[in-house]
């Protein structure tokens, strides 16, 4: 099993940036890829940005060019830097551990920008 916990989250003004980590415990030799995932009030959970173990990166358009997902040489820690926010980012951030036939969600933190 793999616990994923993920911290960083806060309040922020439009414009500007926040740094969300999680680091992943537990039986870490298998995992695949690690990503943040969202959940903005009323919607459903979005995919944000994802990392290989390869390094391959993924990115939700609304985020490209703003947002960048890096993962520690340990691999089982994996940021989300967020520059320019902007209030329709506001969401809860869930970060998810992804192997084979399985996943892990974190139990998310907070994120709220302010106009």
């Known amino acids: 099993q793999v616990q994923p916990v993920e911290s960083g989250g806060g309040l922020v003004q439009a414009g500007g940036s926040l740094r969300l980590s999680c680091a992943a415990s537990?039986?870490?030799?298998?995992?695949?890829?690690m990503g943040w995932y969202r959940q903005p009030p009323g919607k459903q959970r979005e995919l944000v940005a994802s990392?290989?173990?390869?390094?391959?990166?993924t990115y939700a358009d609304s985020v490209k060019d703003r947002f960048t997902i890096s993962r520690a040489n340990a691999k089982n820690t994996v940021y989300l830097q967020m520059n320019s926010l902007k209030p329709e980012d506001t969401a809860v951030y869930y970060c998810?551990?992804?192997?084979?036939?399985?996943?892990?969600w974190g139990q998310g933190t907070q994120v709220t920008v302010s106009s």
């Open positions: 998810n551990a992804q192997g084979p036939g399985w996943d892990y």
């Open positions: 537990g039986s870490l030799f298998n995992i695949k890829a």
């Open positions: 990392i290989t173990n390869g390094g391959s990166t």
